[in-house]
């Protein structure tokens, strides 16, 4: 089931994805339902319908995986899904070029940071696939 709520007066400027605090041994283990939300100002106007620029879109239809033999290698992997209420047929969005910041709590790891890669594509649907990873070792330990 694919679930979207727009939320118009949450101010961000990257997608940021947070969640619960449950610590994660060395398997794989997967988390699912959290939130993840995408601030459609970081990306090119010509690409966004006009009515949605200054939006926030969040969807819960998340997973998040911590994948690795050792604490030392895991990395943490986010996607996200979903679709965007009221997106325009004329626009799409495919670009790697834009901010994820994520949270490594649900893994184990203290801190957050910014993704060491990402992806998002938003089709003529306005149909949501993102997806972004970052390593142990690029999380601000705080």
Same mark, same amino acid.
Not at 87 to 109: K, S, V
């Given at each position: 089931? $694919? /679930?979207?709520?727009?939320?118009?007066?949450?101010?961000?400027?990257? &997608? =940021?994805?947070?969640? *619960?605090?449950?610590?994660?041994?060395?398997?794989?283990?997967?988390?699912?339902?959290?939130?993840?939300?995408?601030?459609?100002?970081?990306?090119?106007?010509?690409?966004?319908?006009?009515?949605?620029?200054?939006?926030?879109?969040?969807?819960?239809?998340?997973? $998040? /995986?911590?994948?690795?033999?050792?604490?030392?290698?895991?990395?943490? &992997? =986010?996607?996200?899904? *979903?679709?965007?209420?009221?997106?325009?047929?004329?626009?799409?969005?495919?670009?790697?070029?834009?901010?994820?910041?994520?949270?490594?709590?649900?893994?184990?790891?203290?801190?957050?940071?910014?993704?060491?890669?990402?992806?998002?594509?938003?089709?003529?649907?306005?149909?949501?696939?993102?997806?972004?990873?970052?390593?142990?070792?690029?999380?601000?330990?705080?």
């Amino acid at each position: 089931m $694919k /679930t979207m709520i727009a939320v118009r007066t949450l101010a961000a400027s990257a &997608i =940021l994805a947070v969640g *619960g605090a449950t610590v994660a041994s060395a398997q794989t283990t997967s988390f699912f339902g959290f939130s993840c939300a995408v601030a459609f100002s970081q990306f090119p106007p010509a690409n966004i319908p006009p009515d949605l620029r200054g939006e926030v879109w969040v969807t819960t239809d998340t997973e $998040k /995986t911590c994948p690795g033999q050792t604490p030392a290698s895991q990395t943490v &992997i =986010l996607e996200c899904f *979903g679709q965007v209420e009221d997106w325009e047929p004329d626009f799409t969005l495919q670009t790697n070029a834009f901010t994820c910041r994520m949270t490594g709590g649900q893994c184990g790891f203290s801190g957050s940071g910014e993704a060491t890669s990402q992806r998002i594509t938003i089709d003529s649907d306005g149909n949501v696939d993102l997806r972004c990873s970052i390593n142990q070792g690029a999380l601000d330990q705080r």
